[in-house]
């Protein structure tokens, strides 16, 4: 967990915690809350040593050359720590002066910002009035305002540079929220201002990195937030038993890291469209604060109740993130960031997929770029042959039906195709089959099934779930019984995706009744033609039929259809992929038309209310999936091995389409009450997206898996 995926931004990120540690960060932020007055913390001078405040900053200002990656995981590191003290208000305006400062403005303020002799506050959201050289009005409450020598103050688009003790400037710190950094109320009285003193046209700049390092420092917090609740759970005992053996608290526990995670990669994205592109990187700042700053205050909220009683106590650390956090959903957060998300969509802003591939990319791509010219060249049928005898096929598979394709290979064969206007076919279920036929089956089954799956000659099912076997998919009743030359099936499988139209399928079944759950299982290859298997499409919510239940009747498989060894079917079962694919495109599933279909609707809809907020929300989340996914694609590149996004992947699509469905049936109206209009397809889409938090594994079980799996919770004690 960390904004951090290359071994450099690991390392800077284990130096600054092991240095807030040392420094007792946490204590120095304590030690304020009932102080009668702000300083800067002890550990300043030496925090300014390491150079951090010009990680950022080109070297001809005194800087590192550096820039916003390097930046948020230091942020993210204070965010943990709830360090005190002004450098995220400081190395915002820094930032914004880099960016967006003259010449001289940058060799005037930048080297006071970088060796920490000046220190700053931010505040964007004032009403402050700039015309013939004077400045005018109230600033609004300003960021650090307790400590800054220098004021960033919004002034309509513009951004004006102030010192705290220039004429007519007048700022005023009572008693604050978040002690640990404190905020004032900041007015200008016809105060004079020269051109040296405006960023012209900067506030748009200026707001995407203020949000872009509050995101960083939120997601640190909301992190700690993860850590803490978990680490009390495993040794809070009740009813005789630790508290994160129970499901509401394990559920408690993943959401936040959820949302945690969430967060992360949209500020890791946004960190990257810095030195990319600028509209790009304003949506994407937008993005990561709609994320993280109700992630921050959500989890910091949660710890406290995981920790009951004494998370509710003021000794306790638990308040001060609490304390953090809403002040910066405050100051930079609401409605805000979720409506520029919106507003910035509704005009055509995008943020597009980027990795950093390393040198040998480009060998690669010399290579693959002329193997995919050639055969776009061919007919679709001449394409699919060619696909399949060349590996581009599934690349990431073994040899010789793949190209034993590592992560950056697959990047550049995904690139060079998607170019050339080559699609590769969607082999779905029958693709995750036939690579565990691969991995596990004879030379004999894979002689006979393979070729055929990949010409799409036979189509496979997965038979594994049953009544009683469903998000426990090791509860297996259907029996094998050893026959002359093979086995003899009863039984029944449920839930079973596309088996009227499979000629065969892949099904789990108990050799073993006497051996524990998980051993006495076999993996067998079903005829689903064959005598004895009866498929019953069932009817569903929608009035569609795309799964189905299947009866087996007697239903004979000979020992060359099973895979593996008899008895050990639940390792086959749960095969993985020994080749991961990898991806830095989406599914082409429907939901991916769904975001834009929302921004056109309400562009077009007269029952707007607070749609732009809702459907900027919904973006943001949209952003978030592809960027997990992005994250783990660069894990793959990085060598950095696996890491949470999966799971978390699955659960948050399945509340994705939810959401998205409601909100259009939201802007529809009273259109959705009947099905000859275009309220049909909403009101079928907001009853079949419940089956997303339910097909492979219910949401609730997604949520024990990342407790338990991911996050280390204990599983119930009372479950077999």
């Given at each position: ?35 009668a007055e702000e300083s800067r913390p002890p550990f300043w001078q030496n925090l300014v040593e390491l150079g951090w405040l010009g990680l950022h900053v080109d070297e001809e200002h005194g800087g590192s050359g550096f820039g916003l990656p ?536 007269d029952r707007l209310g607070g749609a732009p907020v809702r459907i900027g929300s919904f973006l943001a989340d949209d952003h978030a999936l592809r960027l997990l996914n992005l994250r783990r694609a660069a894990r793959s590149v990085e060598g ?81």
């Amino acid at each position: 967990m960390g904004i951090a995926l290359t071994d450099d931004h690991r390392e800077l990120a284990e130096v600054a915690r092991a240095f807030l540690t040392s420094q007792k960060a946490r204590w120095a932020a304590r030690s304020l809350l009932d102080a009668a007055e702000e300083s800067r913390p002890p550990f300043w001078q030496n925090l300014v040593e390491l150079g951090w405040l010009g990680l950022h900053v080109d070297e001809e200002h005194g800087g590192s050359g550096f820039g916003l990656p390097e930046l948020v995981v230091v942020v993210e590191e204070l965010g943990r720590a709830v360090a005190p003290g002004p450098f995220v208000p400081t190395v915002i305006a820094s930032a914004v002066v880099a960016k967006d400062g003259s010449a001289e403005q940058k060799s005037r303020l930048l080297p006071g910002l970088i060796d920490g002799t000046v220190t700053a506050g931010i505040g964007l959201d004032g009403r402050v009035r700039l015309e013939g050289g004077v400045a005018d009005g109230d600033a609004g409450i300003v960021l650090g305002a307790g400590l800054a020598e220098l004021l960033l103050i919004a002034a309509g688009e513009d951004v004006l540079l102030l010192e705290r003790g220039r004429a007519g400037v007048s700022v005023d710190v009572p008693n604050n929220f978040d002690p640990t950094r404190r905020s004032g109320r900041v007015r200008l009285d016809n105060v004079s201002v020269s051109a040296d003193d405006v960023l012209t046209g900067a506030r748009a700049s200026a707001l995407a990195r203020a949000r872009t390092l509050l995101a960083a420092e939120a997601v640190g917090g909301a992190t700690d937030c993860v850590e803490a609740a978990v680490d009390y759970a495993k040794v809070r005992q009740q009813f005789g038993r630790t508290i994160a053996t129970f499901q509401a608290v394990k559920h408690h526990c993943a959401n936040m890291l959820v949302a945690a995670e969430s967060g992360v990669a949209a500020v890791w994205d946004a960190s990257r469209a810095a030195s990319e592109d600028e509209d790009q990187f304003q949506l994407a700042a937008a993005v990561a604060a709609t994320l993280a700053f109700p992630a921050y205050a959500r989890n910091a909220e949660l710890n406290i109740q995981v920790h009951g009683g004494i998370g509710f106590t003021w000794e306790h650390d638990a308040h001060l993130h609490l304390r953090r956090a809403l002040v910066i959903a405050a100051l930079f957060g609401g409605d805000g960031p979720a409506r520029d998300v919106f507003e910035r969509t509704a005009a055509g802003g995008n943020r597009e997929n980027s990795l950093d591939l390393p040198p040998e990319a480009e060998e690669l791509r010399t290579r693959i770029h002329a193997d995919a010219a050639e055969i776009a060249a061919l007919d679709e049928e001449a394409q699919r042959d060619k696909l399949i005898e060349t590996g581009y096929v599934m690349p990431h598979w073994p040899k010789p039906w793949g190209r034993a394709a590592d992560a950056v290979e697959q990047l550049v064969i995904e690139e060079e195709f998607r170019a050339a206007g080559i699609k590769r076919p969607d082999y779905s279920i029958t693709g995750w089959v036939i690579l565990t036929l691969i991995q596990h089956g004879t030379d004999w089954q894979i002689e006979r099934f393979v070729e055929k799956a990949l010409r799409q000659e036979e189509i496979w099912c997965q038979l594994f779930s049953e009544p009683e076997a469903g998000s426990d998919a090791a509860s297996v009743k259907t029996r094998a019984t050893r026959v002359d030359g093979g086995w003899k099936i009863n039984g029944q499988k449920v839930w079973t995706s596309g088996a009227q139209y499979c000629a065969r399928g892949l099904a789990t079944v108990r050799t073993d009744p006497e051996a524990p759950k998980h051993a006495g299982i076999t993996t067998v290859i079903i005829d689903m033609k064959g005598p004895g298997v009866e498929v019953r499409p069932l009817r569903q919510i929608t009035g569609g039929s795309e799964f189905n239940e299947v009866f087996f009747n007697d239903v004979f498989v000979p020992d060359e259809d099973v895979v593996g060894a008899p008895n050990s079917g639940w390792t086959v079962a749960r095969a993985t992929l020994g080749n991961e694919r990898v991806s830095i495109g989406g599914s082409g599933s429907f939901y991916e038309a769904l975001a834009p279909t929302l921004v056109q609707l309400a562009q077009q809809s007269d029952r707007l209310g607070g749609a732009p907020v809702r459907i900027g929300s919904f973006l943001a989340d949209d952003h978030a999936l592809r960027l997990l996914n992005l994250r783990r694609a660069a894990r793959s590149v990085e060598g950095a091995g696996p890491g949470p996004e999966g799971n978390i992947t699955k659960l948050k699509l399945a509340e994705h389409m939810v959401d998205g469905a409601a909100i259009w049936a939201a802007l529809a109206g009273p259109e959705v009450a009947l099905m000859d209009g275009p309220g049909a397809i909403v009101g079928r889409l907001a009853m079949g997206a419940r089956g997303m938090a339910i097909a492979g594994g219910t949401s609730e079980v997604t949520r024990n898996q990342i407790a338990e799996r991911i996050l280390g919770m204990p599983r119930d004690p009372l479950i077999n």
